[in-house]
């Protein structure tokens, strides 16, 4: 992955995996695992299930998207970092029908983009 993720990273992912799926899949996710593509997929779950206007602020704006690939992943990390913070410290309160419809979308294709 081109933007080299810290071990806070990781364990923000492991945490917010551990949210949606549980311990076991949660635990398939570390440092030589997890793809530029894991990160924009968990991104795109977050955004899809947490309120969008406490996340407003990390909206990619119209550049972000006129390039995609770069951009996006810098756009995603940066939610992951911000997101991760309250699902490591288990204070996100996500419910149980969002939790399960997002998890159930997103799943596969989160799993997918591992190494």
């Not at 081109?2 to 549980?22: C, M, N, P, T, V």
């Not at 398939?28 to 406490?54: N, P, Q, Y």
């Not at 996340?55 to 006129?66: F, G, K, N, R, T």
């Amino acid at each position: 992955m081109d933007s080299q993720l810290s071990a806070e990273d990781i364990d923000k992912i492991r945490a917010i995996i551990k949210a949606f799926y549980g311990h076991s899949v949660a635990s398939g996710f570390t440092e030589s695992s997890v793809t530029e593509e894991t990160v924009r997929a968990i991104a795109h779950m977050l955004v899809e299930t947490v309120d969008c206007s406490r996340w407003v602020d990390a909206v990619p704006s119209p550049q972000d998207l006129l390039r995609p690939t770069r951009r996006i992943t810098k756009w995603a990390l940066r939610l992951i970092r911000e997101a991760g913070k309250p699902f490591l410290q288990n204070e996100v309160k996500v419910s149980w029908l969002c939790r399960t419809v997002r998890s159930g979308q997103f799943r596969s294709s989160i799993e997918t983009t591992l190494r």
